[in-house]
């Protein structure tokens, strides 16, 4: 779904210092002017195809599905080059950067799936690289961060708070500030001040028009579509190819953690509350003091406070549960 002036209902909108307001009306239209102009997309096409390996299959899990009774397939966004759906998006806003005569990307990354795609991304197109990426998820995810140093890229670690996305995110944030004339933030989910959750949304959206091509192939859509969210770009991918069918049940799947206390999960939707986090008006998670709480999930990448305003929006809407 598009925004209506930057917002999904109550959710999204631009919270960020006046410095940047320019850069983000900028990015808006030169969004527009790409996702308008048939030479780009055709390059975005080939690029994904011939590159980064679209489309990816639909895979029927058999034996799973003989067990339990029932059908499951997968999407298999494993598949990709760089081993996830991050590419889908880095490879399209690499392409709009040099489109704005950019010479370098910077970017946060969790699980190092985001920075790895950015970097891989930046090389293909000739452009300088930094990642910025917390600390301990750094020490959890080292073989990304190796694979980010080989493609050329330099890595930041953020030591301050918890060490993961949320301070990566702030840290990149800031970094853009200093240097927006020449950089352009890619940021790797659908969160953020607009116009990025609904750029990252339609650059992330090919996941679901392939699976639901999948399915009209199959002759019905599927009863189900289930997705983990962190900030949501998977999800947010895969739920647009079938929003549309109110017959299709949408399920998103948040990091529970090791119970449902404060601060040790990352069940935004579930737990958090409306608030203004890095930039947009989304839930979130946070004390009675309006302070961010402490996240935890084994998974690097799904512990985040926040999530992106569509979902907000979606689960308001009982669209999504």
Not at 14 to 19: L, R
Not at 39 to 50: H, K, P, T, V, W
Not at 96 to 105: H, P, T
Not at 194 to 206: C, I, L, R
């Amino acid at each position: 779904m598009r925004p209506v002036d930057g917002f999904y209902g109550p959710y999204g909108g631009q919270f960020v210092p006046e410095v940047l307001i320019p850069a983000l009306d900028d990015l808006e239209a030169a969004f527009r002017d790409f996702m308008a102009d048939g030479a780009s997309m055709a390059m975005l096409d080939r690029s994904l195809a011939e590159y980064a390996g679209r489309p990816t299959p639909v895979t029927h899990a058999r034996n799973i599905s003989k067990k339990y009774g029932f059908d499951l397939y997968l999407k298999r966004e494993d598949l990709l080059h760089t081993g996830a759906h991050k590419i889908n998006n880095t490879i399209s806003q690499a392409l709009l950067a040099r489109s704005m005569k950019k010479k370098r990307l910077i970017a946060e990354t969790g699980a190092g799936q985001h920075g790895v795609a950015v970097a891989t991304s930046a090389a293909l197109f000739g452009l300088s690289c930094t990642v910025y990426m917390g600390g301990l998820d750094m020490e959890r995810q080292m073989p990304n961060v190796k694979k980010m140093h080989l493609l050329g890229a330099e890595v930041v670690p953020v030591e301050e708070g918890l060490r993961t996305l949320k301070e990566a995110i702030s840290a990149c944030m800031r970094e853009w500030v200093a240097s927006v004339g020449d950089t352009h933030y890619l940021l790797g989910t659908v969160a953020g001040p607009h116009p990025f959750p609904e750029m990252v949304a339609a650059f992330q959206a090919v996941i679901g028009r392939e699976a639901r091509e999948h399915f009209l192939g199959l002759g019905a859509p599927p009863d189900i579509v289930i997705a983990c969210v962190g900030g949501g770009s998977n999800a947010i991918g895969i739920f647009q190819g079938f929003l549309d069918l109110p017959g299709v049940e949408l399920v998103g799947v948040e990091a529970g953690g090791r119970s449902l206390d404060p601060g040790e999960n990352a069940a935004t939707l579930s737990r958090g509350r409306p608030g203004i986090f890095q930039g947009a008006l989304s839930y979130l998670l946070q004390d009675e003091h309006c302070q961010v709480e402490k996240v935890h999930s084994v998974s690097a990448g799904l512990d985040y406070a926040g999530i992106g305003p569509e979902h907000a929006y979606l689960k308001d809407s009982g669209r999504v549960a």
